[in-house]
């Protein structure tokens, strides 16, 4: 992790509110490159909001912040040439084929026919998809799908990638096998920024973020974060955390 | 551009592989245009009409001859009492009977002055009207054509002509009324469903969160439905000239160029409901509601603006296919150019950007 400690995404004081609404509360923290950060709360603390105005699909009320040095009130465009984005519905298209997929979105990321060719042939063999790849999506099941979004979101090699709770309705095998492919990016030195509420998956992390009510309560590794709430585990300090809350789950 | 085409292609792909869609898409305009075409249209073609000929000399011969000649009538020769014409309606076939009595030619020659008696069934008002006309045309042609010009020396004859539609076709109407429906039903219904269900299934974000910009987007998605309306516009017009022998007087490019304004419009009216929208179904409804209903109603060829209450009339200004049926009849029918209907062009065009300016900035603030 962080040898170089060069930063990847600054937030500072980064909030947004819907109204009176305050989604997200004045949240600052730095994610250097090559980290798996995870953000880490429960439903409607605020993760997918922050994560949104990170990627430009949001535009913050207040607070500043910079993904690959690059500000997102001024930059938006350029942001989007450097990051990966899953989302937590499945965003693969089902009525086109695995290799339609794969073309599509590398071609909407401008990526040369030659690069398409080459990429697209490489990913089918290393997710073992070939026999899939003239497939219609729609029949795969939901683990490879998951997979194949993560390959897609990989596709361009952003600097950083965004995944926005990539697990969500997976059996833990595949889970398994999801997180060998996002350590797997991050050694390649792609920078993860994962939201998730298993609490087994925050170990996988190299730091998280623990958001309660949309701020951020804790923020170390996961070994710092059981030795501060002197806790067994995970769920121990989350609990310990999410006691706090007093807003409803949306 | 390229990022552009191979969005485009994408497209392409949603829309082939959704056979049942496209079937419907394609089967639509020729279902209508046969439908209305053939069966159900308001024209009068081999009309079941009942002739009790007392006179049985030569005038009524004639005039018999005449309606027989005719491809308006299947002409039954009958013997009855007079009063036994309700009889004949009551079986239901038969819309209209007429009556010579006897001596016909005789008083023709001799008072100057013959009767027919014509008795229709008035149950069904549109169709017992025509039947007169036509049985009355067809009298007063033989009237002129007596030697001597008919019994009266100065008899004023109004001669009638149906200006463009001499035939009292039904097709010439319903033509420009099925292009305006088709194009709308395609343009937006499927340009709503297709940017929605992107929403939906959680893609869009990943468009958004992607270098390729949200205007594109748009562009990108309207292309096939532009293409496929065009293919379907060419379709009813072939089906029009040579299957319903309806000719297209003005200039076809003309045509054409309207047709597009006013995909241009149904475009920018599915981009607008896909902006207020966040299911396929509602916005298919929305679609069916917004544009299906007041395009039949409100726009004209069903039912005449001019016989609608006020409130109506000034409601239909904003019916963009009323203005579309005005101008596909101008062209059509009358054969006029571009100088006649530039206002109509121009009121659909206003629509057209006011649509385009509300669903584009309500397109952005989607975004945040």
């Known amino acids: 992790m962080s040898e170089t400690k060069e930063v990847l995404i600054h937030a500072d004081k980064l909030s947004k509110h819907f109204g009176d609404f305050v989604a997200v509360d004045e949240i600052s923290f730095d994610v250097y490159k090559g980290e798996i950060f995870g953000f880490l709360g429960a439903n409607g603390a605020g993760k997918t909001t922050a994560m949104r105005m990170l990627c430009g699909l949001s535009t913050p009320s207040s607070g500043q912040a910079t993904v690959a040095g690059l500000d997102v009130y001024r930059k938006p465009e350029q942001i989007k040439k450097n990051i990966g984005y899953m989302s937590q519905k499945f965003s693969l298209y089902e009525d086109l084929t695995v290799m339609e997929n794969i073309r599509f979105f590398a071609g909407i990321y401008g990526l040369s026919d030659k690069q398409i060719k080459e990429k697209s042939a490489n990913l089918v063999g290393r997710l073992g998809l070939e026999k899939e790849a003239k497939k219609l999506v729609a029949g795969l099941p939901l683990g490879w799908k998951q997979k194949l979004s993560l390959s897609v979101a990989l596709l361009h090699e952003p600097k950083i990638v965004f995944l926005d709770e990539p697990t969500g309705g997976v059996d833990p095998v595949t889970r398994k ?17 994962v939201t998730t509420h298993y609490l087994d998956e925050a170990e996988y992390c190299n730091r998280i973020s623990i958001m309660v009510d949309g701020k951020i309560e804790a923020l170390d590794s996961p070994e710092g974060l059981r030795k501060t709430y002197s806790a067994k585990n995970m769920d121990e300090v989350f609990y310990q955390l999410a006691r706090k809350a007093t807003r409803q789950a949306d | 551009m390229k990022q552009f085409i191979t969005f485009v292609k994408k497209e392409f792909a949603h829309v082939f592989r959704d056979r049942k869609t496209l079937l419907m898409l394609f089967g639509l305009p020729v279902v209508q245009i046969v439908l209305f075409g053939f069966a159900l249209t308001n024209e009068i073609k081999h009309a079941d009409i009942a002739v009790v000929d007392n006179a049985r000399d030569m005038a009524s011969e004639q005039i018999i001859l005449k309606m027989e000649g005719s491809s308006f009538f299947h002409v039954r020769k009958m013997v009855m009492d007079p009063g036994q014409t309700e009889e004949v309606f009551r079986q239901g076939k038969t819309k209209l009977v007429v009556i010579f009595p006897s001596n016909f030619y005789n008083d023709l020659l001799h008072y100057n002055k013959a009767r027919i008696q014509i008795v ?84 869009m974000e990943v468009l958004l969160v992607s270098p390729f910009k949200p205007i594109l987007v748009i562009l990108a998605k309207a292309v096939p439905y532009l293409v496929l309306s065009m293919v379907n516009l060419a379709v009813i017009l072939l089906l029009s000239v040579y299957a319903l022998d309806l000719p297209i007087r003005g200039s076809v490019i003309l045509l054409f160029m309207e047709s597009t304004l006013l995909i241009i419009t149904a475009l920018s009216l599915g981009l607008l409901i896909s902006t207020v929208t966040e299911s396929q179904q509602s916005a298919m409804f929305l679609s069916m509601m917004g544009m299906m209903l007041p395009t039949i109603m409100l726009s004209g060829y069903m039912f005449p603006i001019e016989n609608m209450p006020k409130i109506l009339q000034v409601i239909s200004n904003v019916v963009p296919a009323k203005w579309y049926y005005i101008m596909v009849k101008a062209i059509m029918l009358k054969g006029l150019g571009f100088s006649y209907i530039w206002k109509e062009t121009l009121i659909l065009g206003g629509m057209t950007l006011f649509f385009l300016f509300i669903s584009l900035r309500n397109f952005k603030i989607r975004l945040q």
């Open chain 1, 177 to 193: 096998q999801f997180w060998d492919m996002i350590y797997e990016a991050a050694e390649s030195g792609t920078t993860v920024f």
């Open chain 2, 120 to 203: 229709a069934d008035a149950s069904d008002p549109n169709t017992a009207t025509t039947l007169v006309a036509y049985i009355t045309a067809i009298v007063n042609d033989y009237q002129a054509s007596l030697p001597g010009g008919g019994p009266l020396p100065y008899a004023i004859v109004p001669e009638v002509r149906m200006l463009y539609n001499p035939d009292l076709k039904g097709a010439p109407n319903f033509v420009p009324g099925v292009m305006a429906l088709v194009l709308l039903l395609v343009c937006v219904m499927m340009t709503s469903i297709s940017i929605v269900r992107e929403k939906e299934l959680g893609t």
